[in-house]
T-cell receptor
């Protein structure tokens, strides 16, 4: 079945450590997105990519990095510079037709040890 | 700015009808999505509105007034499984499908 796969489902980070969240899609979508969700807040855009080898900062990109080497994959690295990384991270993808909805993965919950 | 306002929380009874409102800045508006999200899960798409009027999909309907910067999601014949957060997301004329999400409305359906 087509969809978006995020892994791991739960992740723990130690102080000063970088961690990478995986996102893979087989929907043949050109665009991919990373969002962060905190309690009581809406989804906030971290990074997005319209096409392979290109990506743009979203509203809260500081302390995060991404790569888009393949159409299917858009990993997110939470660096040690992100001082408050505890959150629910959601990856999404969408086609060029902007009237079509974005499709979301099941999310990764990141916590600090 | 691109502010989106939704009520934080609503309660309703099984079998009833509930309306969840969403207001947004009209300048540059280019479409509005409603998503349902159960706790700890991925948001799932419910509806899309870009023109004025009502879109009906089974028990769920969504309405849009572009001139008023207003949308609502109407849920009929409420079921316990409808207890979830409902996210309003707006697309503005940024040349790309970048969405801005409201904070979501948490709906609690009681027996």
């Amino acid at each position: 079945d087509g969809g978006i796969t995020q892994s791991p489902k739960y992740l723990f980070r130690k102080e000063g450590q970088n961690v990478t969240l995986s996102c893979e899609q087989n929907l043949n979508h050109d665009a991919m997105y990373w969002y962060r969700q905190d309690p009581g807040q809406g989804l906030r855009l971290i990074y997005y990519s319209q096409i392979v080898n290109d990506f743009q900062k979203g509203d809260i990109a500081e302390g995060y990095s991404v790569s888009r080497e393949k159409k299917e994959s858009f990993p997110l690295t939470v660096t040690s510079a992100q001082k408050n990384p505890t959150a629910f991270y959601l990856c999404a993808s969408g086609g060029w037709d902007s009237n079509q909805p974005q499709h979301f993965g099941d999310g990764t919950r990141l916590s600090i040890l | 700015g691109q502010n989106i306002d939704q009520p934080t929380e609503m309660t309703a009874t099984e079998g009833a009808i509930v309306q969840i409102n969403c207001t947004y800045q009209t300048s540059g508006f280019n479409g509005l999505f409603w998503y349902q999200q159960h706790a700890g899960e991925a948001p799932t798409f419910l509806s899309y509105n870009v023109l004025d009027g009502l879109e009906e999909k089974g028990r769920f309907s969504s309405f849009l007034s572009r001139s008023k910067g207003y949308s609502y999601l109407l849920l009929k014949e409420l079921q316990m499984k409808d207890s979830a957060s409902y996210l309003c997301a707006v697309k503005w004329n940024t040349g790309f499908q970048k969405l801005v999400f409201g904070t979501g409305t948490r709906l609690l359906v009681s027996p």
